[in-house]
């Protein structure tokens, strides 16, 4: 591959009146919203390392075959249909909403061990990519977090180092939309440069969602899973994008066969989805082999977020 940079998106075609995130517009004003740049396809690793570096994430137009992503949207509507959650009057390809939520990450009813779904994420093309980026052999989380939106707010804003940062910090999110996703259906929206925020972050990106003050009085409850926090930084993009500056950025349109790799400091939510069909997508995240892994997201039935796991410390 050959050195190359970022290619800005081209401008919208037009932009809707309004877009919301967590039921709060946007500022639409070229100094506050954007567009993510694409990654050239010939970038070579320093290439790539340098917009990681600058950016806080790549975005990588046609990765994969549009038609072995189209394989594995069919696997799961088809799960979704089969469990209930699907318009019975319409192709489980189109993934109506049925008017039940299907539930997040680790309370999501999609099979994790679908073998469509895991040869794509971490086949070949995948790990070889990585091994590529990182400079050595890689390895993934086993864990593959679900995204089903259906009709409603977004995620709220938050950084995933809050929820897996018990290992190596050199870890990689990759955001796989599973269907074309325009606007309306709700993409992923990152902070311009929030990456470089760790001084004004400093108190959030130091704390762990299973990590509790045990020298505090409610130290049982949480201990016990009776409480907990979420990891959520904001559920006001706009307060939070006054704060730590940056324009929002997300894509016209991500495509099928795109993937989106960022930083586990990227500040990042989502738009809301204002359809009447769910938006599908994945996270999953890689690192080099021989770094320390979080023991919450490995082995063939991963514990995740369970009391198991829970850390106290003095606070």
């Keep these: 591959m050959t050195s190359a940079t970022p290619r800005p998106a081209s401008p919208p075609s037009a932009l809707p009146d309004r877009l ?21 396809a010939d970038a070579d690793r320093a290439s790539l390392r340098r917009q990681m570096d600058d950016a806080g994430y790549l975005f990588l137009r046609n990765f ?79 864990f593959i977090w679900f995204r089903t939106k259906g009709p409603g707010t977004g995620s709220p804003i938050h950084c995933d180092l809050v929820y897996m940062g018990r290992g190596t910090h050199e870890l990689y999110t990759v955001w796989v939309p599973l269907g074309d996703i325009p606007l309306a259906l709700g993409g992923l929206l990152l902070l311009e440069g929030s990456h470089r925020k760790a001084a004004e972050l400093q108190a959030y990106l130091s704390r762990d969602v299973d990590t509790y003050c045990e020298n505090h ?44 790799c960022f930083k586990m400091t990227l500040v990042h939510g989502s738009l809301d989805n204002t359809t009447d069909r769910i938006r599908l997508s ?29 850390r106290g410390r003095v606070c």
């Design 20 to 40: 919301c995130s967590l039921g709060v517009p946007l500022d639409l004003s070229p100094a506050k919203f954007g567009f993510l740049a694409e990654t050239p």
């Design 64 to 142: 994969w075959n549009r038609e072995k992503v189209q394989a594995v949207r069919e696997s799961l509507t088809r799960q979704l249909a089969s469990l209930g959650f699907l318009r019975p009057d319409a192709p489980s390809d189109e993934a109506r909403f049925a008017g039940r939520d299907v539930g997040r990450a680790m309370g999501n009813p999609l099979d994790q061990h679908d073998p469509v779904l895991r040869e794509l994420l971490f086949g070949e093309r995948m790990m070889a990519f990585f091994g590529d980026f990182l400079g050595g052999p890689a390895r993934h989380f086993d």
């Design 217 to 260: 009085e409610d130290a049982a409850e949480f201990a016990a899973g009776r409480k907990w926090w979420d990891g959520t930084l904001s559920k006001n993009p706009a307060a939070l994008q006054a704060s730590l500056g940056g324009r929002w950025l997300t894509a016209e349109e991500f495509r099928l066969g795109d993937a989106l």
């Design 282 to 310: 994945t996270d999953t995240r890689y690192q080099l082999a021989t770094a320390p892994i979080d023991e919450r997201w490995v082995g063939e039935n991963p514990p995740g977020h369970t009391t198991a796991m829970k």
